[in-house]
């Protein structure tokens, strides 16, 4: 059969069509068979013609898709709601839905390996469908942002949703970036290196998500934080490591189910998998009781709960506002004896009481939260005055969620910070921690002229300063042992990597102050202390949590909560905890994992770009 005559249609314009002669040469026979196989791999398809001249003619051309089917954008549109399901939607998350994490993703796997294999524009295609996944998943996810924007920032309903949208559109695009990147390293490579390389991909963009835009909010690791088994990797990886298992499990079932062709393993494949997971299931629920013989607590707190409104200023100007304020924060922080729940709240934890002897040991420390009292400002000689007094009056080192106050001489002006001020069973002042990272638009004001309502959020406080150092705390127990404290404040616990370098510089025991009220009853709250129960297992340290109405907790060093309060109400928290010395891999050397993902996924898309015209062999032997 001899070819004169080609027609390539151009699938994003019907009506332009290049016609070229001798794009393909003659030849003497054809194989009809062959060449249609060949080049209906790469999704051409042939039409024969009728012989034109002396010879005979074919014409070809790639179908006229739409940008991707339905059954692609469905798939992730399913895979985005599986996802929500392994973390808080209104409430605490029940440990057998992380078992969900596990296979979440394979549809979405499936469709942007299928797209890469089938779209005429695999790249652009692929980075969409891996989006539209990352947009729905943001926008169930942080749903609360709504909420806050709307209540708190005094918003209008469309802005309100117009800032998540925009929140959505931003942070969906890591989502469409590991879609691009699996359809190029399935174009260049073949599926089986594009499913190999999908954890390193994902491990890399969390990795992104952490350092450039500062949301590593919800990273799928944290949906196996009551995974007693999975989760010591984390003292090891961090939580990327658990990330990266979650993802390979996902990338394995893809390729069982889908890719591994028919042959007589995918059956026993999937068997063995729904074993797995069976019994997974079952240790995810197992592992979300609280081992009390794995740590005795040597040392007591309270944590007070003040529940105060973060819609008021809590601004206590006359002297009876005050007084009547600071004697219910006085008559909170003597509530030693009392009930706790053994357990997170609103699970059916049990309730234990602490009985106390008839004249009980004063506790090691008095914890204040971060809270909506802007009359806590370090400048105020009444607040000082009064905190001295009430910390030698308890006999205790009293940790105070406050505003703090410094003259700048370069900037000739006085600095606020979000700050967490000590002071010593003596009354005299210890020192201050001043938060580091700031929540933009709720602490600063980025971009200023364009998000001029944001002052809203920020209240009575035009913008917050950062802090500098991450300061550890010596303090005396009530036995005159020097303990050492790592204080941070609210959302600085989702950022394991600062987080550590408290006790890489000496903390035996974490304090996190919180005020969690803005929140609402949303899915924050409890996603918030998800992730600072990771801090936990990373980095082997009992955690203090002090919110200001909820969720108030104690957590041991595997991450699991020992006692907590209930939310939305004025309580104290009798805490029980522990001191540890020793220093994980992790809280020594950070996010070496993550870097080494990062590092794999530069390696493997280098070589995916790397100048076609050999096999994939080849240019191994070549490279070696």
């Excluded at 909010?217 to 090891?236: C, E, H, I, R």
């Excluded at 069976?278 to 629920?285: D, E, K, Q, Y």
């Excluded at 959020?457 to 802090?467: I, P, W, Y």
């Excluded at 409890?526 to 969720?551: F, K, P, Y």
Aim: net charge positive; proline share 7%.
């Amino acid at each position: 059969m001899k070819l004169t005559r080609m027609t390539i249609a151009d699938p994003t314009s019907p009506t332009k069509n290049m016609t070229s002669r001798n794009l393909i040469p003659k030849m003497a026979s054809w194989n009809i068979r062959q060449f249609y196989r060949a080049r209906h791999e790469d999704g051409v398809s042939f039409i024969p013609e009728a012989p034109k001249g002396g010879g005979q003619a074919m014409r070809y051309t790639r179908p006229r898709m739409q940008l991707g089917t339905r059954k692609y954008w469905a798939a992730a549109v399913l895979s985005a709601g599986l996802l929500e399901l392994p973390f808080p939607l209104a409430g605490p998350l029940p440990p057998w839905r992380g078992i969900v994490a596990w296979f979440a993703m394979v549809p979405l796997i499936w469709a942007v390996i299928r797209v890469a294999e089938q779209n005429p524009r695999p790249l652009r295609s692929a980075f969409l469908v891996a989006y539209l996944c990352g947009v729905l998943w943001y926008a169930g996810n942080c749903y609360w942002i709504y909420d806050t924007m709307l209540i708190h920032g005094g918003l209008t309903p469309f802005v309100s949703a117009l800032l998540l949208a925009g929140f959505s559109l931003v942070l969906g695009g890591y989502f469409g970036l590991f879609g691009l990147f699996v359809a190029l390293l399935r174009r260049r490579l073949g599926a089986a290196l594009a499913l190999i390389a999908a954890p390193f991909l994902w491990v890399a963009l969390d990795l992104a998500g952490a350092r450039i835009t500062s949301v590593p909010w919800d990273q799928l690791g944290y949906s196996q934080v009551d995974n007693l088994f999975l989760t010591k990797l984390a003292p090891y990886t961090g939580v990327y490591g658990i990330t990266f298992v979650l993802v390979a499990s996902n990338a394995l079932l893809a390729w069982v189910v889908f890719f591994a062709g028919q042959n007589r393993l995918r059956g026993a494949f999937i068997g063995i998998w729904i074993i797995l997971c069976g019994n997974a299931g079952w240790l995810l629920s197992r592992s979300a009781a609280i081992d009390r013989s794995a740590e005795t607590p040597t040392a007591t707190a309270v944590l007070i709960q003040p529940n105060l409104n973060v819609a008021n200023p809590n601004i206590w100007n006359s002297p009876l506002d005050w007084s009547r304020h600071i004697a219910q924060f006085i008559q909170l922080s003597e509530e030693q004896c009392k009930s706790y729940i053994a357990g997170i709240p609103q699970t059916g934890a049990p309730t234990h009481q602490i009985v106390c002897p008839p004249n009980p040991p004063r506790p090691d420390l008095v914890a204040w939260p971060e809270a909506p009292a802007f009359s806590f400002v370090e400048a105020n000689p009444v607040f000082r005055q009064t905190m001295s007094q009430i910390a030698r009056q308890e006999q205790t080192t009293l940790i105070v969620g406050g505003i703090g106050e410094d003259y700048s001489e370069t900037q000739h002006q006085w600095l606020d910070y979000n700050s967490a001020m000590l002071f010593g069973a003596d009354g005299q002042r210890i020192g201050r921690y001043d938060k580091i990272h700031l929540v933009p638009y709720g602490e600063y004001i980025p971009y200023r002229s364009l998000f001029f309502f944001a002052h809203k959020l920020t209240g009575k406080v035009e913008d917050f300063s950062r802090g500098i150092d991450r300061t550890v705390f010596r303090i005396p127990d009530q036995n005159g042992v020097v303990r050492r404290y790592g204080v941070f404040i609210c959302y600085e616990a989702v950022f394991a990597d600062e987080v550590r370098q408290f006790a890489r510089n000496g903390a035996q025991v974490l304090i996190n102050l919180s005020d969690d009220g803005w929140y609402g009853d949303t899915s924050a709250p409890w996603q918030h202390l998800n992730m600072a129960r990771m801090r936990a297992i990373e980095n082997r340290r009992w955690l203090l949590r002090d919110t200001n109405n909820g969720v108030t907790v104690v957590i041991d060093p595997n991450g699991r909560v020992r006692q907590s309060i209930p939310r939305h109400q004025v309580d104290a928290l009798p805490a029980q905890f522990a001191f540890r010395d020793d220093i994980t891999f992790y809280t020594a050397h950070g996010d070496v994992f993550a870097w080494l993902c990062a590092v794999m996924t530069l390696g493997l898309l280098g070589w995916a770009i790397a100048p076609p015209g050999r096999s994939i062999s080849e240019r191994a032997r070549g490279e070696s």
